[in-house]
């Protein structure tokens, strides 16, 4: 006698069958929107097609800003400062160089990822080769030629000096604030010191105080 196939069995089967299929064009869909980020990625050569990149697919950005703030450096060396925000007083004054966030303890929340620089500044590795150099049980802000520093909340120029273990001076007071949230990381107001350029904006948004006077950046 053959066994008939219930109602509930049917229901079952088309069930399953449905699952693995709707799996399977998930996945096909995924692997089409990678392998299309990879092309575009490999592409983009200039900052233009970069920002555009990351409007794009904002969840690329560890992919992407790594690169993008390479190609402005890059941009700048061989095109000049231009119209550029740019501390032309300070200049490199260690061997060493990195990159790192620098944030007020006060606008992180997060523990991970995260070492304490003193003054009440928090350094985090928020994007793949970013370092915090650590010598002598001592962790400092790297300021050697092409050291990268985004900001998260107040903070202050003269406390820079004083973590990265330089001597620096300028006319007046400085405060970089960088604004935004934690957790977005596509914005940090971000600046760079070079040989022969100074302390120069490369990109997000925030602002910059000198001597009492507001400097809105990326906006």
Do not use: W
């Not at 740019?86 to 260690?94: C, F, G, L």
């Not at 990268?148 to 405060?175: C, M, Q």
């Not at 000198?210 to 950046?217: A, M, R, S, V």
């Amino acid at each position: 006698m053959k066994k008939q196939i219930s109602l509930v069995d049917l229901l079952a089967l088309f069930i399953r069958i449905s699952v693995i299929s709707l799996f399977t064009l998930l996945s096909t869909v995924m692997a089409s929107q990678n392998t299309t980020f990879d092309e575009e990625f490999r592409k983009a050569e200039t900052t233009e097609q970069l920002e555009l990149l990351l409007k794009k697919y904002p969840d690329k950005g560890e992919n992407i800003i790594p690169k993008l703030e390479s190609t402005i450096i890059n941009e700048i060396k061989s095109k000049g400062v231009g119209n550029r925000f740019v501390i032309k007083e300070i200049m490199p004054q260690s061997e060493g160089s990195g990159s790192l966030t620098i944030m007020t303890a006060a606008a992180t929340k997060e523990r991970a990822n995260r070492t304490y620089l003193g003054r009440g500044y928090v350094g985090a590795m928020e994007f793949p080769g970013d370092n915090i150099p650590f010598a002598l049980f001592e962790v400092s802000i790297p300021f050697g030629n092409g050291s990268i520093h985004r900001f998260l909340g107040n903070v202050k120029l003269e406390d820079i000096f004083y973590l990265s273990k330089v001597t620096g001076k300028v006319d007046g007071a400085v405060v970089f604030i960088g604004e935004g949230d934690e957790g977005d990381k596509r914005n940090r107001l971000t600046f760079c010191v070079l040989k022969d350029v100074g302390y120069v904006y490369l990109r997000g948004k925030g602002k910059v105080i000198t001597n009492g006077k507001e400097t809105p950046l990326g906006y």
